[in-house]
């Protein structure tokens, strides 16, 4: 059974390195990437293992810079896989965005979807209130820019980075936030709080820069979805009197003002298109000429007075619903039914 190494740590160059030194049960390894990045639950690497993390040699190290309002982490591993529970999520000190650049070596990651394998120069974008798991395949390097949630929503009120997203490595705003956390990296160390508050706002920009196009277009993409979904259910329940505005967000589980939104952006409004389709669905009841009144036509559409469906279908459609039944008229449409 494969168990765990201790660890000794030593500070160089600014670098927390840890290093494998035999024995069993040492959690070494953990309580760093705890204290430095986040809290993760490490698989245990083999001691019998002769490669890194195993019989010997340098299993990684980790360095951080604190950046007036981010924190830039660079570090580099032996392969070795980690999971975020719920006991690691209740554990993490804030609620962050993290944005990870891999520069050498090969990692794989997810947040319980399809995962994602990153090479160098991937940029992959995770939230920390996420279950998350990762294997490092080939000893690696790689940069972590660490955002408060509440930071880059002032910047990107719409931010949604659920699921884990991967920024396409070509793409010239990725490119230059990743030459831009290159530089920060490289002189944080000789910054001033002004310089390492300037380096923040840069970054969480970029950032927003990369993320805004999808984040707009996944929430147009979640938009039309609700409006189709929206779209059929009224269909389904155009006889039902109590179809109303409110009763149909909530059976769609989405907040009024939401729904009202999405219908604006169409054109409409909840309450009125409901009524058009109903006007609608009663111009080609009356048109089939089954039998039935008019009365009952407008009754079984959800309408609950016949007056008021009459003056309303003559308003649409320039003409009486009894006129369409009794005399199959076609009338002039004054709008799409």
Known sequence: MARWSCFTVRVATGATRIRPVGGEGGTREQDVLSTVHVPWRLEPRDPRDPGPGGG??????????????????????????????PDEIARTDGEWIVALIQLRGRMVISDGGDPLELGPGGVVVWDS?????????????????????????TLCPTLDTRPMLELPSADP?????????????????DLDDV?????????????????RPRVLQGRAAHQAALFRRACAHVEERLGDPDLRPGVLAAELKVPLRTLQDVFAQRGHTVRGYIKTRRLGRAHGELRRADGRSV?????????????HFSRSFHERYGTTPREVRAEGVRPARRGAP
């Open 56 to 85: 010997g040699g340098e299993v990684g190290w980790m360095r951080a810079h604190e950046l007036m309002g981010s924190r830039l982490v660079e570090s580099s591993a032996a392969p070795v896989s980690g999971r975020r529970g």
């Open 129 to 153: 209130t996420a279950p998350a798991s990762f294997e490092i395949k080939k000893r690696d390097h790689k940069r972590s820019v660490f955002f408060p949630r509440e930071f880059l929503s």
């Open 173 to 189: 705003s990725v490119a230059l936030f990743r030459a831009v956390a290159a530089d920060v990296a490289r002189h944080a160390a």
């Open 195 to 211: 310089g390492r508050f300037a380096s923040s706002q840069a970054l969480a920009e970029l950032l927003v820069a990369c993320l």
């Open 295 to 307: 009365t009952e036509i407008a009754f079984a559409l959800g309408f609950t007075h016949a007056g």
